[in-house]
């Protein structure tokens, strides 16, 4: 199985664990004299069952990340964090742009004006040249996922 689709698998996994737990909430009550209308105890199986092969999932997925490395020799687990940290950056650059970028309209001259306390352009430029660093990570994470093989 490909890291790829091992991945889906994970995100397929955890959105049934969510779903279980939303059915388990709704079913741990019901009226006396009325039965629920799913077994909270065969939930609590169905639950111990998917959370065993999500841990394996994980743990496969997480030895596989630690132990490939793309052409320059870094890891899948450096270029996940790498990326990680870019979407977080970029974010915040985002918004400290348009922030910087909000226009305060004075109707008069004795009111206060308010200006910027960065260069929006060269702000934006480096938002630009780091989405581009975020992008080309992307990509490379996305074609190991779909070579590597699940360890």
């Known amino acids: 199985m490909k890291l790829a689709e091992a991945l889906q698998i994970r995100a397929d996994l955890q959105n049934r664990i969510a779903q279980i737990g939303t059915r388990l909430q709704n ?16 939930l609590l199986k169905e639950l111990d069952a998917m959370l065993g092969q999500h841990e394996e999932l994980v743990t496969r997925i ?3 990340n630690c132990r490939t490395t793309d052409d320059k020799g870094e890891t899948l687990t450096r270029l996940i964090a790498r990326r990680d940290m870019l979407q977080k950056k970029v974010q915040m650059l985002r918004d400290l742009v348009s922030a910087a970028s909000q226009l305060t309209n004075r109707y008069h001259l004795s009111e206060i004006r308010v200006i ?5 352009a060269d702000t934006q430029k480096k938002v630009d040249d780091m989405s581009k660093k ?7 994470l996305q074609q190991l996922n779909w070579t590597v093989e699940l360890l």
């Not at 079913?27 to 065969?42: H, L």
């Not at 910027?116 to 929006?120: A, G, K, P, Q, R």
């Open 27 to 42: 079913n741990a009550t019901t009226q006396e004299g009325s039965e629920p209308a799913e077994n909270p105890v065969e």
């Open 62 to 64: 997480n030895i596989t």
């Open 116 to 120: 910027s306390t960065i260069n929006v």
């Open 134 to 140: 975020l992008r080309e990570t992307e990509i490379a």
